[in-house]
C-alpha cells in the first residue's frame, strides 16, 4: 500500500526555520519524482518545490527561491523541505506527492499519489 506521510509542521514566527518530511512506504520512493505543495485557507494549492526521481534536480516557485531547499535521501525513502526565512505568507498546509511521468512540476494534476498534509504557521 502506497503511503506518503509528512510532519515537521507547526507554529514558527517570522523568519523562523522548519524542515518538513515526507516519508513512503510500501513502494520505492526513488523511482518516482516527488513534489511539495501548499494551500492556504481560500487559496488555490500551489506548487512550491520539486525534485526529479533518482539523484534528483530540483526547481521552486519564485515565491520560494533562495529561502526552501528540497532534498531527497534514497536510503530513508524520505524527502525533505527545509524552509529558512518564513514569511506569514509561508501559512498553509503543505502537501508532498509523487509522480512517475512529471511533465509541469507545479501543476498538480501531474502527481499520483499525495499525502494529507502538515500544517505551518507563520504568525509572531
Known amino acids: 500500500q502506497i503511503q506518503l506521510v509528512e510532519s515537521g509542521g507547526g507554529l514558527v514566527q517570522p523568519g523562523g526555520s522548519l524542515r518538513l518530511s515526507c516519508a513512503a512506504s510500501g513502494f520505492a520512493l526513488d523511482y518516482y519524482a516527488v513534489g511539495w505543495f501548499r494551500q492556504a485557507p481560500g487559496k488555490e494549492r500551489e506548487g512550491v518545490s520539486f525534485v526529479t526521481r533518482g539523484a534528483g534536480s530540483t526547481s521552486y516557485a519564485d515565491s520560494v527561491k533562495g529561502r526552501f531547499t528540497i532534498s531527497r535521501d534514497n536510503a530513508k525513502n524520505t524527502v525533505y523541505l527545509q524552509m529558512n526565512s518564513l514569511k506569514p505568507e509561508d501559512t498553509a498546509v503543505y502537501y508532498c506527492?509523487?509522480?512517475?511521468?512529471?511533465?509541469?512540476?507545479?501543476?498538480?494534476?501531474?502527481?499520483?499519489?499525495w499525502g494529507r498534509g502538515t500544517q505551518v504557521t507563520v504568525s509572531s
Open positions: 506527492a509523487i509522480g512517475l511521468r512529471v511533465g509541469d512540476p507545479m501543476s498538480d494534476l501531474e502527481y499520483d499519489y
